[in-house]
């Protein structure tokens, strides 16, 4: 796998427009719904999708990837606002972006590889559910009461006609000619059949206004006191973690789409970068979208180009085009949100489940469960939990000694598997203090002493060795290891010379 390359020279400038144009148009309504969920104004978040989108596609370290204002970020966002208000909501932005710069310079992003890969499964499987429920939203209207009811009579069958078509044409035109992205084609023809007909259908203007100017800088507007810090850095924290989370794992879904290799660490920085303007420009904040990243990819979106346009784009609705942003029928961006689902859903999970572990197919299948019902961090943390214990446990049950006596009487135990807390009770039983002869080696060749449990296990072996009256010799010992038996004293003997030399493959490419 390499590197996500960007060089001038090899652009497709035509998809790489196009495909940002199909990407702006879709995040009109996204973030205008997500701004309400955030209890915000709609600009509020069509700013944070330009400011978010436009740093991350510039500095940050997956050219393709979109990034914006997210539900999963709205829903924590919602309690602090509700509580302190919207400026302690851009104190907190602000704030979440220094922490992801943090964990950017510290190179923490290569810990998304702890992520196993029936977690991943299972967080793409359950944002598939989650944008396919979400656009059951727009099949409902607002009523006199202040509630909201379901379409029903002509709207409904209008509704359903016009996301039928938008989704046909995305899925028939690739087959016929991949001159001009599908889903744009979709959303310029459902437009141009609403408007030519006069069709009575919801549009975008239905649910805001998308018209505005430039943002303009602005300090958040409280104290600047220990007690506004204590307020805001829980929130912050979360936001950060959340905001990451979604990063990485997009970036490595979108990874698997290209055939390359983003920079974890950078686009960390990057995305923290973006919600410290973006907290300073008075906006909520956001992270990666798999959604709109899905959209960029299949419409030809490969470089940072189209994560630009899609960004100034955006912009150029708010500044002048509302007015025909607005005539967009909801129903052509369902249907395509729709067909992102489809897309997203790894359809081939449903055949490996059969055939991989017990303790996978568990995983895959919990989080995509979780990601529904929760959100997309207690799955993955529950997920990763759930696949550490397996993976302790099977770890633990595999450790074996092979033994032999050699022709001097002395007795050998060649260790074989990991020895730490899960497994220093299967390995002290392989031993037979009262019986072995006056001279055992125990050979650690083929295993590692991994944690404190294992060395407390190995001084629990020289102990009982000792109380019988008995030498003990260990060999083939890490350095680590071996400096943390020299409180052991005599009774121990660690052979050095044909000791392994233990590295840490450094994270060259982070």
Known sequence: MIYAPFSWKEINYKYEILSGLTVALALVPEAVAFAFVAGVEPLVGLYAAFFICLITSVFGGRPGMI??????????MVSLVATHGVEYLFAAVVLMGVLQIIFGALKLGKF??????????????????????????????????????????????????LVVATMTIIYLLPKLTKAIPAALTAIVTVSAIVIGFGLETRTVGDMASVGGGFPEFHIP?????????????????????????ESLLTLTIVD??????????????????????????????????????????????????????????????????SSLIEMVPLAALV???????????????????????????????????????????IAVAIGVVIAALVFAWDSAVRIRARKRVDEKGVKHYEIYGPLFYGSTANFLEKFDVINDPEEVVVDFKESRVVDHSGIEALNKLTERYQNAGKKLH?????EDCRRLLEKVGDMVEVNIQEDPHYAVLSDKLS
């Open 112 to 161: 998304i590889r702890l992520v196993p890969e029936p977690v991943i499964y299972g967080f793409v499987n359950g944002l598939a559910i989650v944008i396919f429920m979400a656009q059951f939203g727009q099949f409902k209207v607002p009523t006199a009461a202040g509630g909201l009811e379901w379409l029903s009579g002509n709207a409904l069958y209008i509704m359903l006609a």
């Open 221 to 245: 507007m409280v104290p600047f006191t220990l007690e506004t810090l204590q307020i805001i850095f829980p929130y912050s924290l979360i936001l950060a973690g959340i905001g990451l989370l």
């Open 474 to 478: 260990l060999r083939h010992l890490s």
């Open 67 to 76: 990034s914006g204002a997210t539900g999963a970020l709205a829903v924590v």
């Open 256 to 321: 698997e789409l290209t055939n390359t290799r983003g920079r974890g660490n950078q686009e960390s920085i990057a995305q923290g970068a973006a919600n410290v303007v973006a907290g300073f420009f008075g906006t909520m904040g956001g992270c990666a979208m798999i959604g709109q990243s899905i959209i960029n990819v299949s419409s030809g979106g490969r470089t940072r180009l189209s994560g630009i346009t899609a960004a100034l784009m955006l912009l150029v609705f708010i500044l002048f085009a």
């Open 335 to 377: 249907g395509l949100m729709f067909m992102v689902a489809i897309g997203t859903f790894e359809w081939a999970s449903f055949r490996v489940l059969r055939r991989i572990p017990k303790s996978d197919a568990l995983v895959l299948v919990a989080v995509t469960v979780l990601t529904v019902i929760f959100d997309l961090a």
